[in-house]
């Protein structure tokens, strides 16, 4: 009988020692950080280029998706064999203004899907084909998720005066870059931007931007509120990770709206000029970045 005992007994530890070799692989806590290259470079970037503070002492035991999940909502883990190699290399194959219409009275309309490389060309482009010249144009942001920052800081330049501030760049170690517009002559078309639930990220960006200025009015429903930027970062052959390394703010370095950007008006439903009324002598036009009544002699 002792026998039997000893041979359970010796069964069982060695069960009890593979089921801890077991669980220490599955919770991403076996082996050194040396066998693990992409929880080594993730701790890395997180110690060095997150936004956020963060304990790692308390990561250091969990796997790579387990540490993500952890993090910011906007921080996030993304096969690459399920991205397009144009999206990850950020030259999209699609344009990203996917409609543009004359709505009568001096009244222009443009969608934007999404923030690219090809945005402002896009956009200028558009503009130049509209005969006679827009006094009043519509730009629809809806369901626009975002993209690259740095187009959507350029567009928003177009229609603001030289020098002024646009945002405020903040990193981890509080380091803050101006980011302001540019010298040439400011576009003077009287700007209305659609927006709804779905307008994130460098959408949100120009959109707060335009509506800090009062150089556009906002119309629909209030944005997601990310205003968080990430950076792509390669732990894996089979993945990439965005990390949240910095996010922009007013000039004044308030948020561009807490949970989101607030409309000016309601929900606009299918009406594509944003209630723009035709454009009349004496309309509003832009001028030194606000929205001022034209001065007429006579």
């Given amino acids: 009988m002792p026998a039997v005992l000893h041979h359970i007994w010796s069964s069982c530890a060695r069960l009890g020692m ?18 693990d290259p992409a929880k080594a470079e993730l701790l890395r970037q997180l110690r060095e280029t997150y936004l956020f503070p963060v304990a790692l002492s308390d990561l250091e035991r969990l796997s790579v998706p387990e540490i993500v999940a952890r993090l910011d909502p906007d921080t996030r883990l993304v096969a690459k064999p399920r991205m397009s190699l144009n999206v990850i290399r950020g030259f999209e194959a699609e344009a990203s203004v996917v409609a543009v219409r004359r709505l009568g009275g001096g009244r222009g309309y443009l969608r934007l899907a999404f923030f690219s490389h090809r945005t402002l060309a896009e956009v200028r482009r558009a503009l130049n084909g509209f005969t006679p010249p827009l006094c009043a144009l519509t730009i629809d942001l809806r369901d626009n998720a975002g993209g690259s920052f740095e187009p959507a800081l350029h567009l928003a330049e177009m229609f603001l005066p030289a020098g002024v501030p646009m945002a405020l760049y903040e990193d981890r170690a509080g380091r803050a870059l101006l980011y302001a517009a540019g010298g040439a002559a400011p576009r003077r078309e009287r700007l209305t931007l659609l927006i709804n639930a779905g307008t994130a990220s460098s959408a949100e960006l120009f959109a707060g931007v335009l509506q800090w200025h009062r150089r556009a009015e906002l119309r629909g429903s209030p944005t997601a509120g990310k205003r968080t930027v990430q950076s792509a970062v390669r732990l894996h052959h089979d993945y990439l990770l965005f990390l949240t390394t910095g996010q922009f703010l007013a000039p004044d370095g308030s948020p561009f709206g807490v949970n989101g950007l607030t409309p000016d008006r309601p929900d606009v439903g299918d009406d594509l000029t944003g209630g723009t009324a035709p454009c009349q002598p004496g309309t509003l036009v832009p001028r030194h970045g606000c929205l001022l009544p034209v001065q007429r002699s006579g």
């Fill in 18 to 35: 593979a089921l801890v070799c077991v669980s220490m692989v599955t919770g991403g806590c076996a082996g050194s950080l040396a066998s």
